[in-house]
């Protein structure tokens, strides 16, 4: 087979893309003077320095406040902003041509869970699921459940937000994979009686 060297032409994850910086930063509402020395020239000097093909920067972590002034109804900005981070990203990134690219927290936010308890997944018993770590009230959960209106309403909505304000190139979706839990909601409980005609969901994963 001959192989096509242009299958990778005018996509940031080609052959030619292989080390990427990134900056893990997950705010709060304690953090203070969010992007306040952000600046596009030491970003150009940085990412120059470590000779990045890619960068990549949050959007909005674990806690799920914004790292920029996020518009999306129901979305939770950083108290502590001063100026977008976001915005000089993409400014230096454009500037030597790298791609950028931004983290996002998927299904594992803790402000959604605090203003709709009625997105989390509940355990068995039917209480409200959260990780370690956990700041938020006590008994309020921070994992969504994949049936609420969570993606939807939020999710998908802020990451358009984001395309359409910084031209940002693509998305890691972080922490779905350890933040995924069983689901006892009312919407999963209605969904596994539709598919299985079993009206009560087992509890014993032991599979006994």
Not at 64 to 81: C, N
Request: glycine share 10%; net charge negative; aromatic share 12%.
């Amino acid at each position: 087979m001959t192989q096509n060297n242009n299958l990778y032409a005018g996509k940031w994850h080609g052959k030619q893309y292989y080390f990427g910086f990134h900056s893990d930063l997950h705010v709060d509402p304690d953090d203070h003077e969010i992007g306040a020395r952000c600046d596009e020239k030491d970003l150009v000097s940085l990412l120059r320095l470590v000779e990045a093909d890619f960068a990549q920067t949050d959007c909005k972590g674990h806690p799920g406040y914004t790292s920029w002034f996020s518009r999306t109804p129901g979305a939770s900005v950083a108290p502590g902003i001063i100026k977008e981070p976001l915005k000089e990203w993409r400014a230096a990134t454009q500037k030597l041509g790298l791609p950028l690219h931004c983290h996002y927290s998927g299904i594992y936010d803790k402000a959604a869970g605090i203003k709709h308890p009625d997105w989390c997944i509940r355990d068995k018993s039917g209480n409200l699921v959260n990780s370690p770590g956990w700041y938020g009230p006590e008994g309020a959960g921070d994992k969504m459940c994949p049936r609420s209106p969570y993606v939807d309403e939020l999710m998908i909505p802020q990451l358009i937000e984001v395309i359409d304000k910084f031209q940002v190139d693509g998305f890691w979706i972080d922490g779905d994979i350890w933040a995924m839990d069983m689901c006892y909601c009312d919407r999963c409980r209605q969904a596994f009686k539709e598919k299985t005609g079993i009206a009560e969901p087992p509890t014993d994963s032991s599979g006994s």
